[in-house]
């Protein structure tokens, strides 16, 4: 069976006048019925754009340059307008970490959610309405009869990103596009949709992928794992592998950046200096000017090598395997 | 004795809104007045010189306004505040300008706490000449020294704080807060808005000055694991209230207070690998109307009758720890 989305060699670049931005710079990833992408990154590695590209979201000055997206088989690059507004909400559903991004303030949550049905489905609004509810109950929201005639206002910032992902529900979607869902919330409401996702993830069996920055998010919930830097994948492969045993420098330095990682009151392991600016990315590896491991032959674009079954890194030194248990 | 550098007993912040008039007339009608907001509800807290300490809770527990108030932004509602020893109704005003300057607040968004139309040297250069501590001549010296001191490029100086990078931005209101040489520094969520990598370098930036100046930090966080690395002690607030207080690794080890427990199992942690997540229940109540009884009773997994009629005191758990929470009183005998 072909995997439920395959990305091929996706560039999107948008065309400024400071020069052209090459956001997304060649990305490859497949994505499986009932598989977790955990995509992670630092702002402006190109993640979100990444994204966006699959829904067909860019708009001018960006433009998808390059490369195919294939989702159960059909090529969404360049596809017809009313064909992708077709696919969105209804095949693929994105949640945005905004919450507000997805509700409009002046309809009630009722509105919002039957008119999402009926603008994909001929149904009864009576049917749309009772689904709406079943759908509200199943994310956690406590009596979803009385509370759909709320206003998105009237919900606190938790359950706000609750009736987000009951919208993007309503049509049991495919695959699911969460960019940042839990980013806005506290330690426990994040708790709380990371464990609502994880049970509609293995109810229904949507695919998904997580764009986070939070790499201890990103485990708890993904099965594999890419991280970006500059517009590209750097890094990706079993969640486990690549957090537990990581084959890119990025990667290192992103985990040894995480204070709960190292001794209480030692100095944590930065990594120095910046991400480069996309406009000007130097020819070799983008992240050679801060890695601690680089070498003269880095200036030569990196090649891609295998370091494990399905784990790849872009990096022509990966970190030496430490005893693999 | 040692005297804490700053003590804080039974500190209140309420807010208040002016009733328009629709609601002073009903008022006079006797109709009751509209609720009041408790931000911060009978507080007490040391911080010793030279300790870090943390205060952790979620959005709306007050956290952010009980660190104005030691800042000086906000004035306090009721209670005592003490700066080393001295209870702020009884200071002078060379007292009270001491305090002010000896404390100094580092923002979460440093867009918005540096103005957009000054150059850098001026943000940085303003309060020093102000406050005479540095001459005028010397102001283009005292900011090249404090940029480098953060970290950030002398050369610099004229610029915008929009021509720099979110970390670098955090460093310029570092250096803002440390030009006229504070020794307690209110960190509000100041590396919260960071990225990962830029993050650990403000962390480390942070203990670098602690070593250097001997100082003294109240680190307001939601991230568990920052205030782990950073802090000694630390306290935990719940809808107005602190719940525990205690060092940190002990807290971390083995917390007192279900509240706190809830806190650590639900942030989420590398190494800890795929898991499944038993989340707490509910979210935080209005803190216009809060529970009766225990704060926390109405999210508790071990909430017992007691819990919803009286509220716990803060109590002795452990050498330098305490918690609020009735479970305390019992378990000892249990376990």
Redesign the interface.
Known sequence: MSALLEVRGLKTHFDTRAGMVKAVDGIDFTLDAGEVLGLVGESGSGKTVASFSILGLIDPPGRVVEGSIRFKGEELVGAPVARMRQLRGREIAMVFQDPMMTLTPVLRIETQMVETILAHEKVSKKAARDRAISVLARVGIPSPEDRIRAYPHQFSGGMRQRVAIAIALLHSPALILADEPTTALDVTIQGQIIAEMQKLVAETGTAMVWVSHDLAVVETIADTVAVMYAGRIVEHGPSAEVIGNPAHPYTEGLLNSIPSRTTPGQRLNQIPGMAPSVLHLPPGCPFAPRCRHAIPACATPPPVQYVGAGHMARCLAPLSREVAS | MNVPHVALRDVSKIFTRKPDFAERLAIRLGLPKPPVLRAVDGVSLEVNHGEALGLVG??GCGKSTLGRIVAGVHGKSGGEFRFEGKEEAGWTAEDARRARLDIQMIFQDPMSSLNPRKRIADIIGEAPVVHGMVARADRETAVAELMQEVGLDPGYARRFPHQF???QRQRIGIARALAVQPKFLVCDEAVAAL???????V??LF?DLRERRGLTYLFIS?????I???TDRVAIMYLGRIVEVGP??EIFRKPAHPYTQ??L?????????????????G??PSPLAPPPGCRFHTRCPHVMPVCKTTAPDLKPVAPGRIAACHLNDTTEQEE
Do not use: C, F, W
């Open positions: 979620e959005s990078s979110g970390g990225d990962v990598s830029i993050q650990a370098q962390l480390n203990m939601h991230d568990l694991g920052v782990e690395h950073l940190t690794p809830a806190l199992d639900e942030a989420p942690r590398v190494g800890r690998g795929r898991r499944v997540y038993v989340p707490l229940k979210e935080l």
